[in-house]
């Protein structure tokens, strides 16, 4: 099974890493010195800098070099991956979206974007508590790879899976997906407790309502409650509301130490993928009567409807309630 990774960010880079290792994998850049500095260094200088990359990768710019790849990691923003899959040259038999998010204009998951722009491929989600970094260096990793139907998923295992690369399989894709979009908000969220200084007990009551609500919107959406309460759900919760890695918890910290969202995201080249999932996140979970107050809190932050001061004394003057999801 021959990989093509689309998206040569710190991910895309990371999971070219990983495929190589079973032979030759394909890497899609946008940019044209990530293809570059690949091939001359092979190093990702712009978006994976200090790893040294394997020689399996072959990196591109031609999206219609992926037509020699039997499945395709897709690892765009999840804002750009309808654009990017349909200017891709046809479909493979197997797409494994591994971006976190919720296509704005439309309020689709990514497999719901992938089924529209792929039809006939057969979509499936990888996910988890994966930073790039620490994948691309080796260290022991576990994560989720949800399709419809099994055997599809065991190859894609077999061609991937490593003894430090650990893939669990599971038939819930949207579940797979919920978790993922989910906890880059309430990592921003995250990020704004530790920036204003509020402490341990607040982030950790965060991280614990933060589940309730992505349990609430999942299983409205028709996820398992195992699946969020696994490595793509509170796996990866856990994970990115704990560290500065996180790019989403990193720009929360800075909105708590009362920079503006504007400002921190400016000029930025990696993503937040927190910042744009917000807003399209609060107006699903409204229209379907979805309470997710932490959620809207960080999309009024990043909106700059309401300062810290403001959605903190909201969310601690609201009804004490029986703790059930
Ligand atoms: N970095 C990480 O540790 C992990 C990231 N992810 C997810 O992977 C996805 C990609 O993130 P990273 O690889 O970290 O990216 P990154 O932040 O390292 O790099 C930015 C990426 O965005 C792409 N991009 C920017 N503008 C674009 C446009 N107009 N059209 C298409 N692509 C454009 C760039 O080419 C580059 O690949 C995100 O959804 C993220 O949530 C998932 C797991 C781990
Ligand atoms: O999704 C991630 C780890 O699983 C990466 O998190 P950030 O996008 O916040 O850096």
Redesign the pocket.
């Known amino acids: 099974m021959k990989i093509g990774v689309i ?8 999971l070219a890493q990983v495929a190589s290792q079973g032979g030759e994998t394909l890497l899609w ?3 044209l010195e ?1 293809a570059a500095s690949i091939a001359a260094t092979r190093e990702n200088t ?3 800098p200090g790893v040294p990359l394997s020689e399996a990768i072959r990196p591109t710019t031609d999206l219609a070099d992926l037509s020699e790849c039997d499945a395709w990691l897709v ?7 309808r ?2 899959l349909e200017a891709a040259p046809g479909c493979p038999g197997a797409l494994l979206l ?4 919720i296509e704005e204009a439309s309020g689709q998951l990514l497999h719901q974007v992938a089924r529209e722009a792929c039809p006939g491929a057969s979509v499936m989600v990888l ?2 508590p ?6 691309a260096a080796g260290l022991p990793t576990a994560l989720t790879l949800a399709a419809e139907i099994e055997a599809e998923a065991e190859a894609v295992r077999t061609r991937l899976a490593r003894p430090a690369f650990r893939i669990y399989l599971s038939d819930d894709v949207a579940g797979a997906e919920v978790g ?1 979009a989910v906890k ?1 908000v309430l990592a921003i969220a995250c990020g704004v407790v530790e920036g204003r200084g509020l402490g341990q007990n607040a982030r950790a009551a965060l991280i614990a309502r933060g589940f309730a609500e992505m349990t609430r919107f999942g299983l409205a959406r028709g996820a398992r409650a195992e699946t969020l309460a696994g490595l793509s759900g509170l796996g ?1 919760l856990v994970l990115t509301c704990s560290s500065t ?3 989403n918890f990193s720009l929360g910290k800075g909105l708590g130490e009362g920079r503006q969202a504007a400002e921190l995201m400016a000029d930025r ?5 927190g910042a744009f999932t917000a807003p399209v996140l609060r107006r699903l979970a409204e229209a379907e009567g979805v309470e997710m107050p932490i959620v809207a809190a960080v999309d009024d932050l990043l909106a700059g409807r309401a300062d810290v001061d403001a959605v903190l004394g909201r969310l601690l003057s609201r009804p004490l309630r029986p703790e059930r999801t």
Do not use: Y
Not at 75 to 81: D, E, N, R, S, Y
Not at 98 to 101: A, E, I, L, P, V
């Open positions: 998206g040569g960010g710190a991910w895309g880079t990371a850049s946008r940019e990530v712009l978006f994976l690892v765009t923003p999840a804002q750009h991956m654009r990017v591994c971006s976190k998010g996910s988890g994966t930073f790039a970094h620490e994948v993922g880059n990866d890695s996180s790019r080249r990696t993503v937040a993928e």
